[in-house]
């Protein structure tokens, strides 16, 4: 089984560094990461340039076993944060179709690799963390529950 995990754990290394070399070869954040925005170009082009930097950074110390437990809790708790704080309000004010499944596809999958990172932080274990990855691990369980919910709205 740890076989298994570490071969899952380079794969969704390798996938959250692909996406941050998308973001900073097209110079603007992937459409599944973020909604529409309404900023000026330039702010858009700095964030993206910064979201691909920690997104290859992230990445690559997944891959490498570089405190993955800590950037994998990092990594999901951000991109929970941006799912709920982000997501959820721009698809309840902008959208009047918002009960229909199909409109929150790209939430669903900002949540995948949100879910994806807490199961990769579950595999690993730290002797010294600081206060804030010990209370995100301890709602690691969280991970598998949004793995199910995904999986579950997809075969539905």
């Known amino acids: 089984m740890g076989n298994l995990a570490d071969v899952g754990r380079i794969f969704y290394g390798i996938a959250i560094a692909g996406?941050?070399?998308?973001?900073?070869?097209?110079?603007?954040?992937?459409?599944?990461?973020?909604?529409?925005?309404?900023?000026?170009a330039s702010i858009l082009t700095v964030l993206a340039y910064i979201s691909g930097i920690l997104f290859i950074l992230a990445g690559a110390c997944i891959v490498l076993k570089k405190?993955?437990?800590?950037?994998?809790?990092?990594?999901?708790?951000?991109?929970?944060?941006?799912?709920?704080?982000?997501?959820?309000?721009?698809?309840?004010?902008?959208?009047s179709n918002y009960m229909h499944l199909g409109e929150w596809e790209n939430a669903e999958k900002e949540l995948a690799l949100s879910s994806g990172a807490f199961v990769i932080?579950?595999?690993?274990?730290?002797?010294?963390?600081?206060?804030?990855?010990?209370?995100?691990?301890?709602?690691?369980?969280?991970?598998?529950?949004?793995?199910?919910?995904?999986?579950?709205?997809f075969w539905h």
Do not use: W
């Not at 800590?70 to 799912?83: E, H, K, R, W, Y």
């Not at 579950?122 to 691990?137: A, D, I, L, P, R």
């Open 19 to 40: 996406m941050g070399v998308q973001t900073i070869y097209y110079d603007n954040l992937p459409y599944m990461l973020v909604p529409p925005t309404h900023f000026t």
């Open 67 to 95: 405190r993955p437990r800590s950037i994998s809790l990092l990594l999901g708790t951000v991109l929970l944060l941006i799912f709920c704080c982000y997501y959820i309000p721009y698809e309840l004010m902008t959208n």
């Open 121 to 153: 932080a579950g595999c690993f274990s730290e002797k010294k963390e600081n206060f804030f990855f010990q209370v995100v691990g301890k709602a690691n369980s969280f991970g598998g529950c949004f793995l199910l919910y995904n999986y579950n709205q």
